[in-house]
Structure formats: C-alpha cells, structure tokens
C-alpha cells in the first residue's frame, strides 16, 4: 500500500519515473528533427554532381558527344550556364514554401493533436523527399517537376519546428533551459552532417539514392513518432514543469500581478491547460498579434531572420563553394562541409550554457554575432590555404553562426512562448515558435536566392552579402542587450545591499 512507503521512497519513484520520461521526450524530439534536417541536406552534396566540368570524366561507351563539350555528364535542366540561378529557384521553392507554410504551421499545430500533426507531416516529407529522387531513375529533365516537388516538401515540413519546440516546451520548465535546449539542439547539425555523408555514398552514381533514402527514414522515424511520442506530462501521470515560478523572477517585480503567488500556481499547470479534459478550462490559444505583442518577439525574429539568412546559405552552398574554389570531388566537398555543422554542435551548447549563466540571451547572441563578421572574412581570404586552417575556421564559423540561431529557435522560443505575461496560457508556445521560426525562414529563403545571383560575380561578393546580414543581426538585438545590462547593473547592486547589511 501507498501509505506503508517512506515520503522519500515515493519522491525518488516520482522524480525517476519524471526524469526518465523527460529523457525519452528529448531523445525522441531529437531524433525526430534530426530526421527533418536529413531529408533537406542532399540537395546541396547533389548540385554539385548537377551540373560540374565533364572533361576530366571517362566517358561511358554508349555514349556520343562532342569532343568540346564539357556538360555532357550534366543532369538536364541545370547543364546550361545559368545553372546556379536554376539552382537557386529550386532551393528557393523549398524555402519560400516553408517561410510561408511557417506562420500557419504554429496555428494548426496549437488545435491539433502533435502527435497527429508531426507524424503526418514527417510521412509526407518522406515521400516528396524521395519523389525528388525518383527523378533520376524516371528520368525527368524538366525543372517544374523538381520546383514542384519542393515546393509540396516546404509546406509539410513545416510541422516538425513548431511541434518538437512545444513538445519539449511542455515537458521542461525555464531552469537550464538554454544548456538542455543547446544540447538537444545539436540535432539540426547531426541531421545535416547525416545527410551529407548518406548523400555523398551516392552522389557520384545513382544520385537518387541520396533523397530516397533519407525520404524512407524520416517515415520510418514518422510511424514510430506516431505509435511512442507523449505530448504532456499528465498524459501519463507524470509532473508538469514550472516555467516561472522561479523565486529570482518574483524579485524583479512584486507589484507585477503575474509575480503574486496566484499567478506562480497558474504557471506551474500552463503545460496542463491545454491536456485539461474540461474544454473550456484550457485558456484560448493566442492570436498571432497578441503573439507579437509579447516583449522580444519581433526583435529575435527580426535578428532570426539575418541570422538564417546566413546559415542557410552556408547549408545550400558550402559544398558548391569547395568543390569550386578547393577543386575537391562533389563527395568530398560535402564530407568537408560537415565541419562547419560540427562547429554548429558546439556553438549551439556554449551559447545555451553561457546564456543560462549570465541570464543574458540577447548579450549572447549579439557577441557571437560580432565575432562571427570577421571570422567569415578571414575563412573566404586565407581558409582555403590548407587543409589544417579549413578545417579549424569551418569549426569556429559553425559555431559562431549557428550558436545564435540554435539559441533563438530553442531556448529563446520557449522563453518568450511560455513568457509570465502570459498568465500560463502554454498554447502560446507554439505561434510564438511558428513566428520567429517562420520570420527567420524568411532570411533562408533570401540567402540561398541571394548567393545564387551574386555568386557568378564572384564568391567574395557572397561573403561580403554574409557578413552585412551578420552585422544587421546583431543591431536588432541592442534594444534588448541594453535592457539585459540594466538588469545586471540593478541585480549588482541588490547583492551588494544586501552584503552591506
């Protein structure tokens, strides 16, 4: 019986069974969009093998040609010499789709299922995914098949971002935030370093085989997110997370009526408003400007927007980029171009630790900002002078650059979607998670388009467009970095009250 176990034993069963529930949460999240980051990767290892200079390659005995030709070995559409703008419209067709597809997502996600909505959506990222490269072995040459097929693949891949954010969301509260969300967010570079190495096995022959096969994991990972994903704690038996109920936040402002011990018991059942059974004993879902109006939010988007602006380009066009300016083969541009998403996992962790320690998010991201201008200088002038320095500045650029950008979809979304202003409503998660992700997929869909019609300018002009957007980036977050001064000048000088006393 219940009552014949000592409180300890009880409270050790309770906090084991909570731990061990929120680790399986944060392995399958993890998984689920490292699935998502796999499928989107092999597009830009396969440009490379898209359209490339033939001359150096034997040539097969079937086939015929002139002896001047050097694109015979090119996939059509993209062997004509504005490949790279045609390139750049099928990047674009997938980002454009997802920017846009992004702001409804958050919408659709609050009023369904996520464990409906996630697995539906990673069944049909599987399939167009693989559609794309069915395009090889159907032997389709037109570009409005692979616009299509993007296109179709933006939309229903914007389920994963909205949905694993507020799923874990639901499950942890704000203390730590940033270093667990830091780690678990490492699944964006896992997922690109992935999809580069499985599309590097093929990219050289049947280069179909380097959508189809990411295509069948992310819906194999889709069944198993369908039968195994737990949405809230409740829903088996476990305790919900405190998101502001800390006592450092109660200090801020007493007077502040979400501060008062109602509004602290509020908060701590905000991940269970929206499993209640009672219909209307959940709080509505917010509006998508009442979203807006909650403190930081357009500025982080704003800042997520030339921040992704950057690192997508880097994910579209890293590989193009060595294997033009290096001369390596296509499959060794992409395996080298992992190194920058290994600098990404770092930098995601030590922005998440740092942030957590000096309860600075902004001051984080605008100082990793600032370093990340002239080290993208530094890597396009001497980065290619040698294996060695390459690897090492590919490693500190990914973690420059993608340490703000995993800060503000992870641990920053979360914050600001489960923000004390919101009286504990956790159904805000979601569009606040859907507004900056969607904002700052915006900036993806620019840098990719960008890089393509500059490119053929010349790559320093590129570099030049990356560290501008970098430099924007950083200006947004002032406002907010000054804010966050203040508040440490106020915290210091309480400590030093009180040690006076």
């Known amino acids: 019986m219940r009552s014949s176990l000592a409180p300890g034993v009880w409270f050790f069963r309770a906090f084991s069974r909570d731990s061990w529930f929120r680790g399986f949460i944060l392995l399958m999240t993890f998984l689920i969009y490292t699935t998502y980051h796999m499928s989107r990767k092999p597009i830009s290892v396969v440009k490379s093998r898209l359209h490339q200079n033939c001359s150096g390659i034997i040539e097969p005995v079937n086939k015929s040609h002139s002896l001047n030709d050097t694109t015979w070995c090119n996939w059509a559409p993209f062997d004509q010499s504005n490949y790279k703008e045609l390139l750049g419209a099928v990047d674009n067709a997938f980002l454009v789709a997802y920017a846009i597809g992004m702001f409804i997502s958050g919408i659709f996600g609050e009023r369904l299922p996520l464990r409906y909505y996630l697995s539906a959506g990673m069944l049909l990222s599987g399939l167009f995914t693989s559609l794309f490269g069915l395009g090889y072995f159907w032997n389709i040459h037109v570009l409005w098949y692979f616009v299509l097929i993007q296109i179709c693949n933006g939309l229903v891949q914007t389920t994963g971002w909205p949905s694993v954010v507020t799923c874990v969301g639901n499950w942890f509260g704000k203390g730590k935030r940033g270093l667990i969300m830091g780690i678990w967010n490492s699944h964006t570079s896992v997922g690109n370093i992935l999809g580069s190495l499985v599309a590097g096995v093929w990219v050289d022959g049947q ?295």
């Open 207 to 501: 280069w179909g085989l380097s959508f189809v096969v990411p295509g069948i994991v992310i819906a194999i990972m889709g069944l198993v997110t369908f039968f195994f994903l737990v949405e809230y704690p409740e829903d088996v038996d476990c305790t919900p997370p405190q998101h502001h109920g800390e006592p450092e936040e109660n200090l801020d402002n007493p007077e502040d009526p979400a501060n008062r011990p109602h509004a602290n018991k509020e908060s701590s059942l905000e991940s269970a408003g929206s499993g209640s059974k009672e219909p209307s004993a959940g709080p509505a879902a917010i509006s998508f400007f009442g979203a807006l109006r909650i403190p930081g939010v357009i500025e982080f988007s704003l800042c997520l927007l030339f921040a992704k602006l950057v690192s997508y380009t880097f994910l579209y066009w890293l590989p193009l980029y060595i294997f033009n300016v290096v001369h390596f083969s296509a499959k060794e541009a992409g395996d080298l171009s992992t190194l920058f998403d290994v600098g990404g996992i770092i930098g995601g962790i030590l922005a998440g630790l740092i942030s957590d320690y000096t309860n600075g998010r902004a001051t984080t991201c605008c100082v990793m900002l600032i370093l990340a201008a002239p080290m993208m200088f530094l890597y396009n002038y001497v980065g290619q002078n040698g294996i060695s320095i390459s690897i090492v500045m590919l490693i500190i650029c990914g973690a420059l650059v993608n340490g703000p950008y995993a800060l503000i979809t992870t641990a920053v979304s979360a914050d600001l979607g489960t923000h004390k202003s919101l009286k504990g409503n956790a159904k805000a998660l979601s569009t606040v998670t859907a507004i900056i992700d969607g904002t700052g997929s915006i900036g993806a869909a620019l840098g990719p388009l960008l890089a393509g019609l500059i490119s053929p300018t010349g790559w320093n002009n590129v570099f030049y467009m990356l560290i501008s957007a970098d430099i924007l980036a950083c200006l947004l977050l002032c406002r907010l970095v000054y804010k966050e001064i203040l508040a440490w000048r106020s915290s210091l000088r309480r400590d030093k009250g009180y040690r006076e006393m």
